[in-house]
């Protein structure tokens, strides 16, 4: 008998607690409090910056007749808008939402809410963009670093490939 109390005691004990759901409205909170549509808004912002400083360069448009220079420009600016519009906050949000949704229960999102609203939180808040800011311009030197990598390794191995051979005529 005690061995079977003991054991039905640990297993209520070793349950897992169950968490309430997070609700939509205090996740929408959260993104409110952490400027969440601003860092969005932002970033895809950056990407326009992005295209101009590491595949203009490697579509080498430079050395392009002013024609297909054109048609390229006019592609990368179809380019930038199907990027803002897919990122857009009204796109995202959804997916944010389902995101925190999944991740978070509403007693970690209250938590998070409390500390966001803390002068800590704040000023976490009020320097987020300058980090984004930082990480961008880092990443925007290592993707250009990293495109001129792969450019002389894709030269590298175009060189390295045995000329191609004319078809035999074939009789009609």
Excluded at 3 to 28: G, K, M, N, V, Y
Excluded at 55 to 73: F, G, R, T, W, Y
């Amino acid at each position: 008998m005690k061995r079977l109390l003991f054991i039905l005691f640990a297993t209520l004990f070793s349950l897992p607690a169950f968490a309430s759901p997070a609700q939509d409205a205090t996740i929408e909170k959260l993104l409110i409090l952490t400027d969440a549509q601003k860092l969005s808004e932002s970033a895809v912002s950056d990407s326009d910056e992005l295209i101009e400083t590491t595949l203009k360069p490697v579509l080498q448009l430079d050395n392009m007749s002013a024609e297909k220079k054109k048609v390229i420009e006019a592609f990368l600016d179809k380019y930038k808008n199907i990027v803002k519009e897919e990122f857009s906050w009204e796109k995202m949000v959804p997916d944010y939402i389902r995101i925190y949704r999944e991740t978070f229960t509403e007693e970690e999102l209250q938590s998070l809410i409390a500390f966001y609203e803390s002068p800590a939180g704040q000023m976490f808040i009020r320097k987020t963009p300058e980090i984004m800011d930082k990480m961008s311009d880092l990443l925007r030197m290592k993707m250009v670093f990293i495109l001129s990598r792969m450019n002389t390794a894709l030269n590298e191995t175009l060189k390295a490939l045995p000329e191609d051979k004319p078809l035999p005529a074939t009789k009609p």
